[in-house]
Structure formats: C-alpha cells, structure tokens
C-alpha cells in the first residue's frame, strides 16, 4: 500500500481544511488508517484514527474540531479540520497498519503503525 496525502495550505485562525489521503489500493477491510502530525521540534503525534467497523478515535486536542472519513469506493482517507488554531500547524501524515485483532480502538501511537504517507504542511497563522 502507498499513501499520498494533499489538501495542505495556509490558514487564518478559526478557518477550515480537508486533507486527503489517497491509498494505492482498498484499505477499508483490512487496515486501520490514521492521520498524524509533527510540529518543529516535537514529537509525531497522533490526531485521529478509523477502523474498518468505522470506529474513530480522536486526540484531546482536536475533538470537537476534527474529523476523520474515509471514501471506501475512492480508496482515500480525509480529514476535515475546522475552527483551527495556530498550534495545529505541523507536518501532517497518514498511515496505515493491518488491523489487530487486539485493538478495541484505532491507535494512536505512531508506533503501531508501519505504512506512511509523505505528508502535508499545515501552518494556521
């Protein structure tokens, strides 16, 4: 699986964006996909993740604000940010990781996953 990311761009506080990630091939059955973000100097972190049941989970930092879909038939993942705040702006990623029988919820952590994207900036300013 390769993934692509877009939809990047400058945006004033407050403003909206929608990321996309489009896969290589379907993902939906078989992988749990995430959207991730490292800001300069600091850790990757995880934002939001879906599964193939279409559980979501979210950051603290983004609930309420974010949301992750993924477009089965289109093989892409997006995530539409809304009311955004200049500590959003990072280096955004997705990933993919085949699902885990042990996983009650999408994870978060960057670890669990092993396929990535080569990101997209989002800087809010």
């Known amino acids: 699986v390769q993934l692509v990311e877009s939809g990047g761009g400058s945006m004033q506080p407050g403003g909206s964006l929608r990321l996309s990630c489009a896969a290589s091939?379907?993902?939906?059955?078989?992988?749990?996909m995430g959207w991730f973000r490292q800001a300069p100097g600091k850790d990757r972190e995880g934002v939001a993740g879906i599964d193939s049941d279409g559980y979501t989970t979210y950051a603290n930092s983004v609930k309420g604000r974010f949301t992750i879909s993924q477009d089965n038939a289109k093989n892409t993942l997006y995530l539409q940010m809304n009311s955004l705040k200049p500590e959003d702006t990072a280096m955004y990623y997705c990933a993919a990781e085949r699902l885990h029988l042990g996983w009650a919820r999408p994870p978060l952590a960057p670890t669990e996953y092993r396929i990535w994207g080569q990101g997209t900036q989002v800087t809010v300013s």
């Open positions: 091939e379907d993902t939906y059955r078989d992988y749990c």
